[in-house]
């Protein structure tokens, strides 16, 4: 037990503080948030939930009961990424002392708000500028100022009030439960809540938040919440608020082929260097394909000219036939970086699966399949290397129609319309994977391809010059890094590959090595029984119910936390792997 017995409700009117440290050789900020507020069980009891999102920050946990409030606290494990002395959460200054916060993400125009606005910090924390933001502009301008990844919670006792919100597409996770009679739990995995104790004479859901929205709660004079209002602060389509502060170069105007390239350069390029901000050493995830090898490349440029003090460490899974190790090799060898491969083996994948579920919190086919490479070198770089900080190109397939289904689009206008659909479920799918993967190896995220302002410019250009061309995906942004050498042409013009089918040979994929082993566990009488066992998304194959029933050990009930499960458009599939499309070609066929 961390806490002792006495912080139950009968001390709550004094602070119960505690802080775990590990060795001092490890620090971050990267986190896991985690909240109660109008609790009917005892503190010290409930906090212990907490503890299942320890992976997040295993640098430091504290639990914290709010002064004078019955039943709220805060717990807080951390990963410090900046402003190691001062990085502790829940976050409180002396200039606010009503205010409490306790957030996970990063924003990275926390300086140009703090210039433009002449605030006075009291830390070195980037989390620091939602305080001086909400203080003076209220929720809703704090929220759409925000250029970054988050989630946070904001309690301000002043005035009774409460917010949760969590950054446009959902990067940063966060959950919530909450009863009809005032009980609110948040934490940034579902993990954290499934085991919470409260007086419910009923079920309640536990549901993810949903991104680009605050929402403001009233506190009670007993402790209780109501829930106020639900707002979006930002969409994907919309341009952000924070872009007039953003120092990003000045871009032209029209869409001049030769000036749409040029902007795509430019934000990109943009996206990668503000994500730089880093106390830690910084890796990025290479698959050999167009986004990781974009984002690698640019980062090794920038880190030259800036100067770090060590070389960026790129990191490839796969078999020694896959296509995405020979791709990465090259990349690799052609920016300069510090190269690492992890040997991938189906009987290693089919034996992490589970384990994967547990951390995803998902039963979708296609995201578990990507998920468990992804795992598997993140586990690598924990126990191998000394990098914290990982780039990857997540969000790129559905911002610039990258998915081979998309040479199917009926017309341009489809085209758009679904990759904004995509975008908007990316916390569901894509996100998440790469979110829960990383964190579970106390890593942190970062996506540049999800950068506000590069994001919203690329949705803001004509449909049909987002569209496939010439039989190409994402032709646009290929064209844009044309002549440059910024990587090598193979690899600029090389077809899109799913992670999960790149990672082994051409001739065999990955999930066809877990389709085998699941055929002696799933019989075919217990696949004609899914349906009705499982109304809602019933799975469809022995793999899909394999998954299912090893989510369901683990999260019962908890179904709805994906509303559908990913599968192409436009073309007749029984399986999300591109390599099961009669539209794909292997490369070697092109």
């Given at each position: 037990m961390?806490l ?8 709550l ?6 802080t775990?440290?590990?060795?001092p ?23 212990t ?9 295993p640098?430091?946990?504290?639990f914290?009961?709010?002064?004078g409030?019955?039943?709220?606290c805060?717990?807080?494990?951390r990963?410090a990424?900046v ?12 200039k606010?002392?009503y ?5 996970n993400?990063?924003?990275y ?24 933001l909400y203080?003076?502009?209220?929720i809703e ?12 919670i ?26 009809d ?21 009923e ?16 506190l009670k004079l ?11 602060f930002?969409c994907?389509?919309e ?10 170069e ?6 001049a ?5 040029s902007?795509i ?6 996206a990668?260097?503000?994500?730089l901000?880093a ?14 090898s974009l ?6 440029k ?13 990191f ?31 009987e ?13 919190e998902?039963y979708?086919?296609t ?5 468990v ?16 900080v990982?780039f ?6 559905e911002l610039?129609?990258?998915?081979i289904y ?8 489809a085209?758009a ?19 829960r ?7 942190e995220?970062?996506?540049p ?17 987002r569209?496939?061309?010439?039989g ?11 002549g ?5 042409d ?11 089918d790149?990672?082994?040979s ?37 793999e ?19 509303t ?6 436009w073309i007749?599939a ?16 092109q």
């Open positions: 961390l002792s017995s006495h912080c139950c409700h009968s001390a009117q004094s602070s119960c503080r505690v775990l440290s590990a060795a050789v490890r620090r971050s900020k990267m986190c896991g948030i985690w909240a109660l507020f109008g609790s009917d069980e005892c503190l010290a009891i409930q906090c939930n907490a503890m299942k999102i320890a992976h997040r920050g640098d430091a946990f504290r914290e009961n709010v002064n409030f019955t039943n709220c805060f717990g807080f494990h990963l990424i402003d190691q002395l001062h990085g502790m959460q829940p976050l409180r200054v002396k606010f002392p205010l409490w916060l306790c957030y993400g990063e924003i125009n926390h300086e140009l708000l703090k210039e433009q606005f002449e605030f006075d910090y009291q830390t070195r924390m980037d989390g620091e500028i939602l305080l001086h203080d003076r502009f209220g301008k704090m929220s759409s100022l925000l250029d970054g990844v988050f989630a946070f904001l309690l301000d006792t002043a005035n009774r009030k409460i917010f949760l919100g969590r950054d446009t597409y959902g990067v940063r996770p966060m959950f919530k439960l909450l009863t009679d005032g009980f609110l739990a948040v934490c940034s995995e579902a993990k954290g809540l499934t085991q919470i104790t409260h007086s419910m004479s079920p309640v859901k536990i549901m993810p938040f949903p991104p680009g929205h605050f929402e403001e709660f009233n007993n402790g209780k919440v109501e829930s106020v209002q639900l707002e979006r930002h994907c389509t341009e952000p608020k924070h872009a007039e502060y953003d120092d990003a000045q871009l032209g105007k029209g869409f082929l030769e000036t749409v390239k902007n350069r430019i934000l990109f390029e943009n990668v260097r503000k994500r901000m106390h830690r050493r910084i890796g990025c995830l290479l698959s050999g394909g167009l986004d990781s984002v690698a490349a640019t980062l090794v920038l880190s030259k000219e800036q100067e770090l003090q060590y070389p960026i460490q790129t490839a899974i796969g078999a020694e036939d896959s296509p995405d190790i020979a791709a990465a090799r090259k990349v690799a060898a052609h920016i300069g970086s510090e190269h690492h491969e992890v040997n991938f083996t189906p290693e994948a089919i034996k992490a699966v589970e384990e994967v579920i547990v951390h995803l998902s979708d086919i995201t578990v399949r990507a998920s490479g992804m795992y598997l070198v993140s586990k690598y770089i924990r126990e191998k290397t000394d990098s914290v990982i990857s190109g997540e969000g790129s397939d610039t129609q990258g998915y998309f040479h199917k689009a009926p017309s341009p206008k085209g319309e679904d990759s904004v659909r995509l975008l908007k479920e990316l916390y569901m799918f894509d996100v998440l994977r790469a979110d993967t990383t964190a579970a190896h106390g890593l995220l970062r996506v391809f999800l950068d506000h302002r590069f994001t919203a410019y690329y949705l803001s250009l004509p449909e049909e010059m569209a496939p061309k010439d190409v995906e994402k032709h646009l942004l290929r064209e844009a890094f044309s440059l050498d910024l990587i090598p193979e690899i600029l013009w090389r077809r899109k590959e799913a992670f999960s790149g990672m082994t051409t001739k065999k994929s990955w999930y066809s090595f877990l389709q085998e082993n699941i055929e002696s566990k799933i019989n075919d009488s217990q696949l004609q029984k899914a349906k009705k066992l499982f109304p809602y998304n019933p799975p469809t194959t022995k899909g119910l394999f998954m299912r029933q090893l989510f369901e050990k683990h999260y019962p009930g908890c179904y709805e936390w994906i559908h499960y990913w599968m192409p458009r007749k029984t399986d999300p792997s591109a390599r099961t499309l009669s539209i794909y070609k292997p490369e070697k066929d």
